[in-house]
């Protein structure tokens, strides 16, 4: 029986992992995490009655403990309720289903406890990989991938010599707005972006697909995750979403993983790694797929990841800045105040206003986080 625990149990990784727990009767959920949604938490601590369930929110998790009294789960809160919920004594895996820069303490937390990490929370290693990897192999805990384009990299490393690796072939959808000119996305809307053409993804990350400011976040993950020079790493737009991405080796050997564009994959690889179970999933048949096709990014309309490489070649705090500035610009997007090309005018101002800082402590970089906010509300709101 493998004991796992869930931070952001009701997001979209969080109720995709708890589908995979109903399936495979060898797991077992033993903390639940989440923010503010008090309804889907109380239904998934009366399912899978973990020991632990926090709530970001004290009134929420005040809330959730006067629900859930007749049941032997210990409810708490805030920042020391993550942290526990990511350190549960009997727990082995920890799924970082969690949103944000927020995932960075509870994540160095869980290593630091012997924990193995599945990681989808990409801001961690984007912001603070230069702690956490150094971290993980110190306390020989392992870090999978859950990202269907990191996983995929991963399971194409899978008993390979990484030191003989060329270059990794990051793909990338292209997002609803593939093809599309720049004076085409002025008016681009809220609803316009959230019509991805391939995958069900919560609103933040779909918002990040159309703006291709996602896969310059994974770009910047994968420099970390799997120690390669940023130069190494190439996005390419596969429209199809059936090659989630490949690794090229000084051979001129292409290893690929293909499959359905569908998260709980890489959430069971992890979860079950090395082993591969059975999924009741679709299928990919190429006869009737007929061809797959590949193209360059359009760095030049779609700036945020070009903005990203910028940062990481820069590194220290900038990453930092970088996702800050877009996460606050999505949120801004989302509730209609700016328009979707004024996404990497406000990172791009950003990463201009901040002076860099060289291998930041954790302090340093929530405090990198916070002054970007300040500085996008003293500008912006």
Not at 139 to 148: A, E, K, M, Q, R
Not at 206 to 230: P, R
Not at 267 to 286: E, N, S, T, W
Request: one cysteine or more.
């Amino acid at each position: 029986m493998k004991k796992i625990g869930i931070l952001g149990s009701t997001g979209s990784i969080g109720t995709q992992t708890l589908e995979i727990v109903r399936k495979e009767k060898d797991l077992r959920v033993v903390s639940l995490a989440a923010g503010r949604n008090v309804d889907l938490m109380e239904k998934q601590v009366r399912e899978f009655m973990p020991v632990l369930a926090a709530m970001w929110s004290k009134e929420a998790a005040e809330d959730l403990r006067v629900r859930v009294k007749d049941l032997p789960v210990r409810v708490v809160s805030g920042m020391e309720g993550l942290l526990e919920a990511s350190t549960v004594e009997q727990m082995e895996v920890l799924v970082t289903g969690i949103v944000g820069m927020i995932g960075i303490r509870p994540t160095i937390a869980a290593i630091e406890a012997g924990k193995d990490i599945a990681l989808a929370n990409k801001e961690t290693l984007v912001t603070a990989g230069h702690i956490i990897m150094p971290l993980s192999k110190k306390c020989g805990v392992n870090i999978l991938p859950v990202d269907s384009e990191h996983s995929a990299i991963f399971q194409s490393m899978h008993g390979e010599n990484r030191a003989r690796v060329s270059r990794i072939l990051l793909t990338a959808s292209g997002g609803p707005f593939r093809g599309k000119r720049k004076e085409e996305l002025a008016d681009m809307t809220v609803e316009d972006a959230l019509k991805h053409p391939n995958w069900s993804m919560g609103k933040k990350v779909t918002i990040d697909s159309a703006s291709l400011c996602n896969k310059g976040l994974e770009v910047m993950e994968a420099k970390w995750l799997f120690d390669v020079k940023l130069e190494q790493i190439q996005v390419v737009v596969h429209p199809q979403s059936i090659l989630h991405s490949a690794v090229e080796y000084v051979d001129g050997g292409i290893m690929g993983q293909m499959g359905v564009p569908d998260m709980k994959l890489p959430i069971q690889y992890a979860l079950f790694y090395p082993d591969r179970r059975p999924m009741d999933a679709g299928r990919v048949d190429l006869c009737k797929l007929g061809r797959l096709t590949f193209e360059e990014p359009d760095t030049e309309t779609f700036r945020g990841l070009a903005l990203a490489y910028q940062a990481a070649r820069r590194g220290g705090s900038l990453p930092t800045v970088f996702n800050a500035a877009n996460e606050r610009a999505v949120a801004l997007f989302l509730e209609k105040k700016i328009r979707f090309l004024q996404i990497p005018e406000l990172i791009e101002a950003s990463m201009e206003a901040h002076r860099v800082i060289e291998e930041p402590t954790v302090e340093q970089i929530l405090s990198a986080e916070a002054a970007t906010y300040e500085y996008i509300k003293q500008k912006y709101e």
